[in-house]
């Protein structure tokens, strides 16, 4: 396990660096800059502006600066902020997409792996028919038609929950469900196939022969084998849900991290792009580390130093 660690945490610096350098490079080619606005300020200003914040150097010297700075904890400054950290921001925002995501996660989870083992073990009834119906239209249909129609229905028509902000746990209901709904989805149909493939195996027909409880074949035998394919789905969904859903957070006013990605791209705000896109690289990678870390809980027979 030491050695795993060690050779992952070699792996991680590496990939970090090499996120780092395409997104500083293919930010640099979009053309346009951060205070080029209907309002362009003059020349004079905008030379100005450009030697405060080291934009007049060449390209290889401002990545040079960002990199070391970068090793040293600084993500620089926001251009659009007021000067403020873009760290700060970054702690700021990603408490309120964290909670959300953590909730959002929570629906998948409870719901998506029961739903499956559900349709795999009624094959072919009307429940297993009905449950991939509505696992099909949570897969196809996009997330703002979802987080609309929620909102219309319980929101505009019923009265029942609040369609905006998070300031009690009944703002959390609509945003989290619309969040989970795709994942629950997904999931339910990762599950259902496992469950099915690991149902025919020789072990579970054994089990059977020898008058095992239906319950404890799945619950013993059958659930544990079956969780690997969602496991390796749950950590990029995690990663992307934690650090918030771009649609989703706009749609519902929410003031998480996802939003801030967005008006940084719009408004060339550099730092809080490298900042933003940084920080999900790290959280998709330590994700995908405790995934790993996963397999061999869930299953003994892995051996991680050989990976």
């Keep these: 396990m030491t050695r795993y660690i060690i050779k992952r945490t070699i792996i991680v610096i590496l990939t970090l660096i090499l996120i780092s350098t395409i997104t500083f490079f293919l930010m640099n080619t979009v053309p ?3 205070f080029l606005s209907e309002k362009a300020p003059s020349p004079q200003v905008l030379k100005m502006l450009e030697e405060k914040y080291g934009l007049d150097k060449p390209l290889i010297v401002q990545y040079k600066t960002y990199m070391v700075d970068l090793a040293h904890g600084d ?9 403020r950290a873009v760290m700060e921001i970054i702690l700021e925002k990603f408490p309120v997409s964290g909670k959300l995501g ?13 739903i499956g083992c559900i349709a795999a073990l009624r094959r072919g009834h009307w429940i297993d028919n009905a449950l991939m ?7 196809a249909v996009p997330s703002f038609v979802v987080a609309t129609s929620l909102m219309i229905i319980f929101g505009v028509k019923l009265h029942m929950l609040p369609t905006f902000g ?11 469900f619309t969040l989970a709904f795709y994942p629950m989805s997904y999931m339910a149909r990762l599950m259902r196939s496992s469950m099915l493939d690991v149902l025919s195996l020789d072990y579970i027909r054994t089990a059977r022969a020898k008058g095992v409880s239906q319950f404890k074949m799945i619950f013993k035998h059958a659930l544990r084998n079956s969780l690997i394919p969602v496991i390796t789905y749950l950590g990029p969904l995690m990663a992307y849900i934690l650090t918030g859903s771009f649609v989703v957070e706009k749609i519902f006013t929410i003031p998480g991290l996802g939003g801030e990605f967005i008006n940084s791209i719009t408004n060339r705000d550099y730092p809080l792009i490298m900042g933003t896109t940084i920080f999900l690289a790290t959280i998709l990678i330590f994700m995908n580390f405790l995934v790993d870390i996963l397999y061999k809980v ?6 991680l130093d050989k990976e």
């Design 75 to 83: 993500m620089g400054v926001s251009l659009k902020k007021k000067g």
């Design 298 to 303: 869930v299953d003994p027979r892995v051996n």
């Design 166 to 176: 998070l300031s009690t746990p009944l703002h959390y209901i609509l945003p989290a």
């Design 102 to 114: 953590l909730v959002a996660i929570a629906i998948a989870i409870s719901f998506g792996i029961p």
């Design 32 to 34: 346009g800059g951060p």
């Design 133 to 139: 119906f509505i696992a099909t239209i949570g897969i």
